[in-house]
């Protein structure tokens, strides 16, 4: 199964995370320790935001195993940001190809996403029928995770307005989601979803992790927030915050090192908010799909 990266917080250059921690992305292409496919070697991405320039992201993908790409090697030293996002892939739908490597950048919007639709050739074509012509004929690849960002796009811009909250963003995701649900029960299929996903606008971060049915067999999610995540000598540690020091998040699908004080576990079925000034906050998935239920019947 994918595993992913996302870092909020003061520029840091992005070969400090993806290769320096005893755990890194880097390490779990090839030997993951909690999933249950430990090999994610089809494929990688990074992307990037530099508002200096404007606010779409930057964006490197390849079909190559991430551990075999000297290109990341050398284009992560050079490569600083504020706010970031990387992916490892295990493919489970879709071809091994560049279009089918995350994230998947739509305007300012980033999203990359581990975890599995299950069944989704089954109502992949009814999905696609329910997005606007813009995001229908934006949707280049095969992917299950594209098509859950395409839908998202849809009833974000359908609902919203252009410039959506955190709380907004996580209202369209919660109807994407139910959508994918109510497609699969109109089909007869009611297979698990598995969708640990993360999504930024270049100034919030927002993550997911979800399972529908059995909670005990969700993806790992976790977090450390503090003032800086630092490597020295191979040993990386979240330091903490001084007074009116900026923090630092990071957002990732296995713990980067054993040291387990500076992670903390996101609970199933929440979405973890990262905030422009790195403020944390968690919201339950089930206390947002009530409330628009209710505004629906009111």
Same mark, same amino acid.
């Given at each position: 199964?994918?595993?992913?990266?996302?870092?909020?917080?003061?520029?840091?250059?992005?070969?400090?995370?993806?290769?320096?921690?005893?755990?890194?992305?880097?390490?779990?292409?090839? %030997?993951?320790?909690?999933?249950?496919?430990?090999?994610?070697?089809?494929?990688?991405?990074?992307?990037?935001?530099?508002?200096?320039?404007?606010?779409?992201?930057?964006?490197?993908?390849?079909?190559?195993?991430?551990?075999?790409?000297?290109?990341?090697?050398?284009?992560?030293?050079?490569?600083?940001?504020?706010?970031?996002?990387?992916?490892?892939?295990?493919?489970?739908?879709?071809?091994?190809?560049?279009?089918?490597?995350?994230?998947?950048?739509?305007?300012?919007?980033?999203?990359?996403?581990?975890?599995?639709?299950?069944?989704?050739?089954?109502?992949?074509?009814?999905?696609?029928?329910?997005?606007?012509?813009?995001?229908?004929?934006?949707? %280049?690849? %095969?992917?299950?995770?594209?098509?859950?960002?395409?839908?998202?796009?849809?009833?974000?811009?359908?609902?919203?307005?252009?410039?959506?909250?955190?709380?907004?963003?996580?209202?369209?995701?919660?109807?994407?989601?139910?959508?994918?649900?109510?497609?699969?029960?109109?089909?007869?299929?009611?297979?698990?979803?598995?969708?640990?996903?993360?999504?930024?606008?270049?100034?919030?971060?927002?993550?997911?992790?979800?399972?529908?049915?059995?909670?005990?067999?969700?993806?790992?999610?976790?977090?450390?927030?503090?003032?800086?995540?630092?490597?020295?000598?191979?040993?990386?540690?979240?330091?903490?915050?001084?007074?009116?020091?900026?923090?630092?998040?990071?957002?990732?699908?296995?713990?980067?090192?054993?040291?387990?004080?500076?992670?903390?576990?996101?609970?199933?079925?929440?979405?973890?908010?990262?905030?422009?000034? %790195?403020?944390?906050?968690?919201?339950?998935?089930?206390?947002?799909?009530?409330?628009?239920?209710?505004?629906?019947?009111?």
């Amino acid at each position: 199964m994918c595993r992913f990266l996302t870092y909020s917080g003061r520029p840091v250059l992005m070969y400090d995370l993806l290769y320096e921690p005893k755990n890194s992305l880097i390490k779990q292409s090839v %030997q993951a320790h909690e999933s249950v496919e430990p090999l994610n070697g089809d494929g990688f991405g990074i992307g990037w935001y530099n508002l200096e320039f404007d606010e779409s992201p930057g964006l490197y993908t390849s079909c190559r195993p991430a551990w075999n790409d000297r290109n990341l090697s050398s284009l992560s030293r050079k490569i600083k940001s504020n706010r970031f996002f990387a992916h490892v892939r295990a493919a489970n739908s879709g071809g091994v190809t560049e279009v089918n490597c995350h994230p998947f950048v739509f305007k300012n919007f980033m999203f990359m996403h581990n975890g599995e639709i299950e069944d989704f050739h089954i109502i992949k074509r009814y999905l696609r029928r329910e997005v606007s012509d813009e995001i229908y004929n934006w949707i %280049q690849g %095969q992917t299950d995770s594209e098509h859950i960002f395409g839908l998202f796009l849809h009833y974000l811009f359908k609902e919203f307005s252009k410039k959506p909250t955190p709380q907004q963003c996580m209202s369209a995701m919660v109807m994407a989601i139910n959508k994918i649900i109510e497609l699969k029960k109109v089909s007869g299929n009611e297979s698990d979803n598995y969708i640990n996903l993360s999504l930024s606008d270049g100034e919030n971060t927002i993550c997911l992790r979800y399972v529908t049915h059995h909670h005990e067999y969700a993806s790992t999610l976790y977090y450390s927030e503090g003032s800086t995540y630092e490597c020295h000598d191979g040993i990386c540690r979240m330091r903490s915050p001084k007074e009116n020091e900026p923090k630092t998040v990071l957002i990732v699908s296995e713990k980067l090192t054993s040291v387990e004080k500076d992670w903390s576990e996101v609970p199933v079925n929440h979405f973890i908010v990262v905030d422009k000034d %790195q403020n944390v906050s968690l919201h339950s998935f089930d206390s947002i799909a009530e409330s628009l239920l209710a505004k629906k019947a009111a």
